[in-house]
């Protein structure tokens, strides 16, 4: 969001509707019913039969539908084609989509391909302004917000790339988040969920885009991470717990459609495409790293972040420091294995990739070069591999 002569200091827009809460997946009925006929539902590719949330959905809509179960982690554009057509085969109305962010990412690039006809590839780069048809999103895991974002973050199936639709008009129709969903989650899926909603509160906060009513909704969800999930490490089936950590993940999707990711998403969604690693997983391993790169011009935000998270600290780096490791260190989120630190091309690659994110370097705290990247890349690296030199 530009902040021009009109004086706007803040363009928040959510056109989802949003029920929350145990039990809230009870109103799929009624919300679809008002939305279409035949629904596609996609999902991923074991979870819904798995956990016998397939048969549950339903009994629950009570009628006609499509299914399409083979989205997998980093949704290709492949996946999302092969949607479209099952979809098509179907003449389906309106998109299911019951999983994590990958599925329901997956879903909002099938609804976009499916009303407008190119392919997914073709709608990154600039943000879009296009009516998608209506996603229903159903979230299973607390972190990503996609069930209210007009985000979705897609791989080429050709290049060790992801790349992002930013579709103004590309927000579910409706999310029904229900935290009752997410008892059964594994630890680091549910730590990999809860660390990306924190990082979402945390990069708008940070962000030279950050607007006051951003700033406390997303100070109260930091708290609810920080809180939540050592609870539900001790007792997964914490329910008070579960619900507060999907709010914060909700919340952490309202602020960052409004006061976009920063520079721990840009570089992580690449080493992430590259080396295989869960989302969450690879915002902890640039976390430390781009904080303290950040950190001299942006004291005060990380002193409201500490706050939040309870830590004293007279230096906000070295508090940070402190607030991640107590956030990755449990389940190793802020380390990843190469068998040796990649070569000066690797580095390259990776920085033009972020390049591209011309945004990104508008609204960092800090200065940023081209340089500043390789280098973070090159500390990152540094800390996690050891042999010899490779590609
Ligand atoms: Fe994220």
Redesign the pocket.
């Known amino acids: 969001m530009n902040k021009d002569p009109r004086n706007i200091v803040f363009d928040w827009f959510s056109p989802t509707r949003i029920l929350f809460g145990p039990g809230s997946i009870e109103a799929l009925h009624d919300i679809g019913r008002a939305i279409g006929k035949l629904p596609l539902l996609v999902t991923g590719k074991n979870m819904v039969k798995q956990t016998g949330l397939l048969a549950r959905i339903q009994k629950l809509w009570d009628g006609p539908m499509e299914t399409f179960h083979s989205i997998e982690p980093d949704p290709c554009d492949e996946q999302v084609m092969a949607g479209v057509r099952t979809f098509e085969a179907g003449n389906c109305d309106w998109l299911l989509a019951v999983g994590g962010g990958s599925v329901i990412d997956a879903a909002k690039a099938m609804a976009l391909v499916l009303a407008h006809g190119e392919r997914p590839l073709e709608y990154t780069g600039q943000e879009i302004s296009l009516q998608p048809l209506p996603v229903v999103a159903v979230p299973t895991t607390a972190g990503?917000g996609s069930e209210v974002t007009r985000y979705a973050v897609i791989s080429d199936s050709k290049q060790s790339r992801k790349v992002t639709i930013k579709n103004r008009l590309g927000c579910p129709a409706a999310a029904l988040v229900d935290p009752a969903l997410t008892l059964d989650l594994p630890p680091y899926v549910t730590w990999c969920t809860g660390v990306?909603a924190f990082?979402?509160c945390f990069e708008a906060l940070v962000s030279r885009e950050s607007a006051p009513l951003v700033d406390s909704l997303a100070l109260r969800a930091i708290g609810q991470v920080i809180h939540n999930l050592p609870l539900v490490d001790a007792e997964p089936k914490n329910l008070q717990a579960r619900v507060e950590l999907h709010e914060a993940a909700l919340v952490g999707g309202l602020v960052i459609n409004t006061v976009r990711?920063g520079i721990i998403?840009t570089m992580a969604n690449h080493l992430g495409a590259r080396y295989h690693l869960a989302?969450g997983h690879s915002?902890g391993v640039l976390a430390s790293v781009c904080t303290r790169f950040n950190a001299p011009t942006c004291g005060e935000a990380l002193r409201k972040v500490l706050q939040a998270a309870g830590v004293e600290s007279a230096d906000p780096s070295e508090g940070m420091d402190s607030v991640w490791s107590s956030l990755l260190s449990g389940h190793q989120l802020d380390r990843f294995t190469v068998s040796a630190p990649p070569a000066e091309e690797t580095l390259r690659d990776l920085t033009e990739l972020v390049s591209r994110d011309r945004r990104l370097f508008e609204v960092n705290p800090r200065c940023l070069e081209l340089s500043d990247i390789t280098q973070l890349y090159r500390e990152v690296f540094r800390a996690n591999s050891v042999g010899q030199a490779v590609r």
């Open positions: 990503t990306d990082i979402h990711t998403h989302h915002l």
